[in-house]
């Protein structure tokens, strides 16, 4: 959440979050020996969250290319199920009802 002030907005909040530039900042300042390591954990999160993010863009490329082809070949299918049918009904010939008919003319 932020305040409205002036020319630019100022936090109200902390971030809860650093990215990869800030956690290197961060370490340039801080010298233990536990904040360096800390910050060389989140800096590996945010490496493999990198690749998790770029694998799952290609995933989702692939599962829409997938889509595209399995939507085209049921377009095929479904045009080819048409034809049939409209064929079916093109050869058929107007059939004699089976059953009992009364003739209402014989009274």
Do not use: H, W
């Not at 907005?9 to 650093?18: G, H, L, Q, T």
């Not at 800390?38 to 969250?49: D, E, G, H, K, P």
């Not at 049921?74 to 409209?86: D, G, I």
């Amino acid at each position: 959440m932020t305040l409205n002030g002036g020319r630019g907005n100022n936090v109200k909040y902390a971030p809860y979050a650093f990215t990869e530039l800030g956690v290197a900042m961060l370490s340039s300042v801080l010298n233990s020996k536990i904040a360096i390591e800390i910050n060389r954990n989140i800096m590996r999160a945010s490496v493999m969250m990198r690749q998790f993010a770029l694998n799952y863009t290609d995933l989702n490329r692939k599962l829409d290319d997938f889509m595209i082809e399995t939507n085209m070949k049921f377009c095929n299918v479904y045009q080819a199920l048409t034809e049939l049918v409209e064929q079916k009904k093109m050869d058929e010939k107007p059939r004699r009802r089976i059953g009992f008919v009364q003739n209402d003319d014989e009274n």
